[in-house]
C-alpha cells in the first residue's frame, strides 16, 4: 500500500506549525530563564522577608 504524496498546502502549514512551536519554546525558554536568574540572586528571598515582615 503506498501512501499518497503530500499536497502543497500540507508542507506549508507544516512549516508554518513549526515556526509557531519554536517561537513558543523560545518563548517558554526566555521565562524560565529569567525566573532562574531572579530565584538564583536571591531576589526572591528578598522579597518574601518584605511581605513577612
Do not use: C, Y
Amino acid at each position: 500500500m503506498s501512501f499518497r504524496p503530500d499536497h502543497e498546502l500540507h508542507k506549508r502549514r507544516f512549516s508554518r506549525n513549526m515556526g509557531v512551536g519554536l517561537v513558543l519554546v523560545a518563548l517558554v525558554a526566555i521565562v524560565f530563564g529569567l525566573t532562574v536568574v531572579k530565584v538564583t540572586n536571591g531576589d526572591f528571598e528578598r522579597a518574601t522577608a518584605e511581605v513577612q515582615g
